[in-house]
């Protein structure tokens, strides 16, 4: 099992940039994919960015360009750079890790599906203000 410690968020300007951090209790390279998450207030969850074990990345349309997800395995840390900030980007961020491949049931968009991980950290705070 796998015990994920998110931290990094705060409170900035929008336009500004936060560093999240993701430190796993086991080996990330033997994680099949890690990835981060958002939930605002009265929203569902949205997946925001995926990394592969082959450090291949995938991220949500609203933050391509301005996030960058990452991973260090020597370290057994994931990061979410988050770069030009929006107050739409104001919500909880959550790193999680999936050891198993993803349900068939989920369909084409399985890779920033929640359903698709089993670890999930305790959440880091990132509010961005106009």
């Known amino acids: 099992a796998q015990v994920l410690v998110d931290s990094g968020g705060g409170s900035v300007q929008a336009g500004g940039s936060l560093r999240l951090s993701c430190v796993a209790s086991?080996?990330?390279?033997?994680?099949?994919?890690m990835g981060w998450f958002r939930q605002a207030p009265g929203k569902e969850r949205e997946g925001v960015a995926v990394?592969?074990?082959?450090?291949?990345?995938e991220y949500a349309v609203s933050v391509k360009g301005r996030f960058t997800i990452s991973q260090d395995n020597a370290k057994n840390t994931v990061y979410l750079q988050m770069n030009s900030l929006e107050p739409e980007d104001t919500a909880m961020y959550y790193c999680?890790?999936?050891?198993?491949?993803?349900?068939?049931?989920?369909?084409?968009?399985?890779?920033?599906?929640?359903?698709?991980?089993?670890?999930w950290g305790q959440g880091t705070q990132v509010t961005v203000s106009s």
């Open positions: 999680a890790a999936a050891d198993r491949p993803p349900p068939p049931s989920l369909g084409r968009n399985w890779p920033l599906h929640e359903q698709s991980y089993n670890y």
């Open positions: 086991g080996y990330t390279s033997t994680m099949y994919r």
């Open positions: 990394i592969y074990r082959n450090s291949g990345t």
